[in-house]
């Protein structure tokens, strides 16, 4: 079955370094977006992809970035991580029809110390 | 640009009992409405949807969420609620960009 896969899972790191957190899908989805889920926010759009060599920055895109070398892989890297920054992040993707849901990843829990 | 709101942060219910999720938006452009749900530790997964067509969609699960154009809702509902329903509930609104509310908290109590 098709999936998407995001690792690690869970992740501790200290302020100021460079954190990249996988995701990776099978659906053969041209659309891959990158949330953060907070209390009281809900899920929020950091970055997102409409294809190959296609990022577009979300509402919450201040200190994330993304690349797109290839249709499977959205890779989001925090520069230089604050302790704002600690969340849990979720990737997914779409075929990008409105009858296309967004797949959802189980979550990265990223904590900034 | 679109938005949505889901005013109750949480929602307690005894079970067998039923239960309505508000949920209202805005949307400038053709609305596409969903309703997502996530399970503890898990990511969120597609509910029901509307697109176009019949204002009243359902689940697989019993829940089903009318879409209201003059008022701007979409409110979700069950008339009878089990355990297992425990969950977040998101209301989202959109496509290829789509924008989500807080969610709800959907406690079902024994």
């Known amino acids: 079955d098709a999936e998407i896969t995001q690792s690690p899972r869970h992740k501790i790191t200290e302020t100021g370094r460079q954190v990249t957190l996988a995701c990776h899908q099978t659906w053969n989805h041209n659309n891959m977006f990158w949330y953060r889920q907070d209390l009281g926010h809900g899920l929020r759009l950091i970055h997102y992809?409409?294809?190959?060599?296609?990022?577009n920055k979300g509402e919450v895109s201040d200190g994330y970035s993304v690349s797109r070398s290839n249709t499977e892989d959205l890779p989001l890297t925090l520069e230089s991580a604050a302790s704002s920054q600690t969340s849990v992040y979720f990737c997914?993707?779409?075929?990008?029809?409105?009858?296309?849901?967004?797949?959802f990843g189980n979550g990265t829990r990223l904590t900034v110390t | 640009a679109q938005s949505v709101t889901q005013l109750d942060s949480q929602v307690p219910v005894f079970e067998e009992a039923p239960v309505e999720l508000r949920c209202n938006y805005s949307?400038?452009?053709?609305?596409?409405l969903f309703w997502y749900v996530q399970y503890p530790n898990q990511g969120l997964q597609l509910l029901l949807k509307?697109?176009?067509?019949?204002?009243l969609v359902e689940s697989i699960n019993g829940f089903e969420a009318e879409f209201n154009k003059s008022q701007t809702s979409f409110h979700l509902r069950k008339p009878s609620v089990h355990i297992s329903d425990t969950a977040e509930y998101f209301c989202a609104v959109g496509y290829q960009k789509v924008t989500f509310g807080t969610g709800t908290k959907l406690q079902v109590i024994p």
């Open positions: 509307y697109l176009s067509g019949s204002t």
């Open positions: 949307s400038s452009v053709s609305v596409y």
């Open positions: 992809s409409y294809g190959v060599q296609d990022t």
């Open positions: 997914a993707s779409s075929a990008g029809q409105p009858n296309s849901p967004l797949h």
